[in-house]
């Protein structure tokens, strides 16, 4: 899905939303009645969303079936498009408004509407969280447009699906509690304010309840005065937001075209579970395409997820580049580009920034008054692979590229008294060169006869896995895990730990690791920013291992092995 080129920041930030006072909610008391706020409310609230979508689910099907002139209905009628629009205008819209402002009658509000305005603060689904009784009226009206269509013969396919769309759209719109509607396009049409309405003029209707009535044309409001007088200028100010400055910044990027898909801004279910190849995702194939296109000419980062860490506020920016462009020589300049203006965007930003990469050394000689602090992760990587390794272990295996974290792993064992194996002369020799004459004892080439713990990084062939003996446990150090041919042993995820609860808004998993679990390379950067340790950990600076190691267990992240085993007892 996505790969870690890390970076963290951090800084204190808020973010604008609408905020109801206690004098809101007290008058919301005292005026109108019982909110239902209760026990119950969570099974009311998703009934009073199944209702409407079985009632209208089941209405449709009769309609067409039963209705004369309701099958085999033409692509198009521009007739029926224009009649459609009228008949929303008028009758719709006006006796919604009508029927709104009765609904807001004590007796009726006690009874009936009271349920929707239970969310004081509205979300998308709160637009179809209504009592039966209102799913109801509010069917009949919007049946106008199409009925009447049906039984002049206008109607069609298009007039049919825009209409429905048009409702279920402006409706999640309205209720969505985030003003995104520029203002320059009421300043090139300014009839448009009595046409369309925005979510923070229906907010004021949750918060006031005596204004702001309308269903999604603010023109009824204006002819009977009750538009609330603050409509214009909170719209104004709601589109004037301060931008959040996060306190740590993940810096990662995409690895195959099909992996937006497994972003938050993708597929909400593909997000939530590990990253596995999906099939029908070849059929997305124009999406796709569009999407590698978009990243081709969008040359900047983009957030993809927020989270918060006891007083830290994280955020993880996405680099529109993928894992083979970065294998590309005429890639790398425009790759250093963008991961140094995601640098400098967090210097700006007043944030203090980790990255993960062999560039980041590139960038604190190029940037030396950098206050960002860039933190590649390896020192937490060596530490949760050291940790993982069975206890009582005295030989492994070492394959895969040699990279910075299978240095440091070599080091650490070998010094540590465990024979390092390794099953390649060229790899036996480099490693060799970086070790002790002490140390270089405890590792060995050998091709035969190798230890059943293996550690593995990138590079690691189905060859090498045929040499490894039944019941052998790879354990991989690199960011991307091994491809998995021997069903006879065992695989450990990639260098990562379980976060502990405090960590807040977790809805999607990374990359391939299970919920809730979070890489050492991502981890890394929050605890430098909780620690305060203000140093880099780029190119060949290593942070201290053990030091880390206990960080990470004092701020309630533990090991996903001695997880899995205390799931299992």
Same mark, same amino acid.
């Given at each position: 899905?996505?790969?870690? +080129?890390?970076?963290?920041?951090?800084?204190?930030?808020?973010?604008n939303?609408?905020?109801?006072?206690?004098?809101?909610?007290? %008058?919301?008391?005292?005026?109108?009645?019982?909110?239902?706020?209760?026990?119950?409310?969570?099974?009311?609230?998703?009934?009073?969303?199944?209702?409407?979508?079985?009632?209208?689910?089941?209405?449709?099907?009769?309609?067409?079936?039963?209705?004369?002139?309701?099958?085999?209905?033409?692509? $198009? %009628?521009?007739?029926?498009?224009?009649?459609?629009v009228?008949?929303?205008?008028?009758?719709?819209?006006?006796?919604?408004?009508?029927l709104?402002?009765?609904?807001?009658?004590?007796?009726?509000?006690?009874?009936?509407?009271?349920?929707?305005?239970?969310?004081?603060?509205t979300?998308?689904?709160?637009?179809?969280?209504?009592?039966?009784?209102?799913?109801?009226?509010?069917?009949?009206?919007?049946?106008?447009?199409?009925?009447?269509?049906?039984?002049?013969?206008?109607?069609?396919?298009?007039?049919?699906?825009?209409?429905?769309?048009?409702?279920?759209?402006?409706?999640?719109?309205?209720?969505?509690?985030?003003?995104?509607?520029?203002? $320059?396009?009421f300043?090139?049409?300014?009839?448009?304010?009595?046409?369309?309405?925005?979510?923070?003029?229906?907010?004021?209707? @949750?918060?006031?309840?005596?204004?702001?009535?309308?269903?999604?044309?603010?023109?009824y409001?204006?002819?009977?005065?009750?538009?609330?007088? +603050?409509?214009?200028?909170?719209?104004?100010?709601s589109?004037?937001?301060?931008?959040?400055?996060?306190?740590?910044?993940?810096?990662t990027?995409?690895?195959t075209?099909? +992996?937006?898909?497994?972003?938050?801004?993708?597929?909400?279910?593909?997000?939530?579970e590990? @990253?596995?190849?999906? $099939?029908?995702l070849?059929?997305?194939?124009?999406?796709?395409?569009?999407?590698?296109?978009?990243?081709?000419?969008?040359? %900047?980062?983009?957030?993809?997820?927020?989270?918060?860490?006891?007083?830290?506020?994280?955020?993880?920016?996405?680099?529109?580049?993928?894992?083979?462009?970065?294998?590309?020589?005429?890639?790398?300049?425009?790759?250093?580009?963008?991961?140094?203006?995601?640098?400098?965007?967090?210097?700006?930003?007043?944030?203090?920034?980790?990255?993960?990469?062999?560039?980041?050394?590139?960038?604190?000689?190029?940037?030396?008054?950098?206050?960002?602090?860039?933190?590649?992760?390896?020192?937490?990587?060596?530490?949760?692979?050291?940790?993982?390794?069975?206890?009582?272990?005295?030989?492994?295996?070492?394959?895969?590229?040699?990279?910075?974290?299978?240095?440091?792993?070599?080091?650490?064992?070998?010094?540590?008294?465990?024979?390092?194996?390794?099953?390649?002369?060229?790899?036996?020799?480099?490693?060799?060169?970086?070790?002790s004459?002490?140390?270089?004892?405890?590792?060995?080439?050998?091709?035969?006869?190798?230890?059943?713990?293996?550690?593995?990084?990138?590079?690691? +062939?189905?060859?090498?896995q045929?040499?490894?003996?039944?019941?052998?446990?790879?354990?991989?150090?690199?960011?991307?895990?091994p491809?998995?041919? %021997?069903?006879?042993?065992?695989?450990?995820?990639?260098?990562?730990?379980?976060?502990?609860?405090?960590?807040?808004?977790?809805?999607?998993?990374?990359?391939?690791?299970?919920?809730?679990?979070?890489?050492?390379?991502?981890?890394?950067?929050?605890?430098?920013?909780?620690?305060?340790?203000?140093?880099?950990?780029?190119?060949?600076?290593?942070?201290?291992?053990?030091?880390?190691?206990?960080?990470?267990?004092d701020?309630?992240?533990?090991?996903?092995?001695s997880?899995?085993?205390?799931?299992?007892?």
């Open positions: 899905m996505v790969r870690c +080129s890390h970076v963290h920041l951090y800084k204190n930030g808020k973010c939303s609408w905020q109801i006072g206690k004098e809101d909610k007290k %008058r919301m008391a005292s005026n109108q009645g019982s909110s239902h706020l209760n026990g119950h409310s969570d099974i009311f609230l998703a009934t009073s969303r199944d209702d409407q979508i079985l009632f209208n689910g089941i209405l449709f099907y009769l309609g067409q079936k039963y209705i004369e002139g309701a099958q085999h209905l033409p692509w $198009w %009628r521009t007739d029926g498009v224009i009649l459609t009228l008949l929303h205008a008028g009758p719709v819209e006006f006796l919604y408004y009508w709104h402002r009765a609904l807001h009658h004590h007796f009726l509000y006690t009874r009936y509407h009271s349920h929707h305005h239970s969310s004081i603060v979300e998308p689904i709160t637009s179809v969280i209504h009592p039966f009784g209102e799913h109801i009226a509010y069917f009949t009206l919007f049946a106008i447009p199409l009925l009447s269509t049906v039984l002049t013969r206008t109607a069609s396919i298009v007039s049919f699906a825009g209409y429905i769309t048009y409702i279920d759209f402006m409706n999640n719109m309205g209720h969505c509690n985030f003003e995104h509607i520029p203002k $320059w396009i300043s090139a049409f300014p009839p448009l304010k009595y046409i369309i309405y925005t979510p923070s003029y229906h907010s004021l209707h @949750h918060t006031q309840f005596r204004t702001n009535y309308s269903l999604f044309m603010p023109f409001d204006y002819v009977y005065g009750t538009m609330d007088k +603050s409509s214009d200028s909170l719209y104004e100010s589109l004037v937001r301060k931008e959040e400055s996060p306190d740590v910044v993940h810096l990027h995409l690895t075209p099909e +992996s937006i898909y497994h972003l938050r801004l993708g597929f909400a279910y593909l997000a939530s590990p @990253h596995k190849s999906k $099939w029908y070849w059929l997305m194939w124009p999406v796709t395409l569009w999407s590698t296109m978009v990243t081709r000419i969008y040359g %900047r980062t983009f957030t993809i997820e927020r989270n918060i860490f006891k007083n830290l506020k994280l955020q993880t920016w996405a680099i529109p580049k993928y894992s083979i462009q970065y294998y590309m020589q005429w890639q790398r300049e425009s790759i250093n580009s963008v991961i140094e203006d995601a640098i400098l965007d967090a210097e700006e930003k007043g944030v203090k920034e980790e990255g993960l990469n062999r560039n980041g050394e590139f960038f604190v000689r190029k940037h030396p008054q950098l206050k960002v602090k860039l933190v590649d992760g390896s020192s937490l990587a060596v530490a949760v692979v050291l940790n993982s390794i069975p206890k009582g272990t005295t030989q492994v295996v070492l394959r895969g590229n040699l990279s910075k974290v299978a240095y440091s792993l070599a080091l650490a064992l070998c010094k540590g008294g465990i024979q390092v194996f390794t099953m390649r002369e060229d790899e036996y020799k480099k490693l060799k060169e970086k070790l004459d002490e140390a270089g004892n405890n590792l060995i080439l050998s091709k035969h006869n190798v230890p059943k713990t293996w550690l593995v990084g990138d590079g690691l +062939s189905e060859d090498d045929q040499k490894a003996s039944k019941g052998t446990i790879f354990v991989p150090f690199s960011q991307f895990p491809k998995k041919t %021997r069903k006879d042993c065992l695989y450990n995820n990639t260098p990562a730990m379980l976060a502990p609860k405090h960590l807040e808004n977790v809805d999607s998993c990374e990359n391939w690791l299970p919920r809730r679990v979070m890489s050492a390379w991502r981890i890394a950067g929050v605890l430098h920013a909780m620690e305060g340790w203000n140093v880099h950990e780029v190119g060949n600076m290593m942070f201290d291992i053990e030091k880390i190691w206990k960080a990470s267990l701020h309630g992240f533990r090991p996903v092995t997880f899995a085993e205390s799931k299992a007892n």
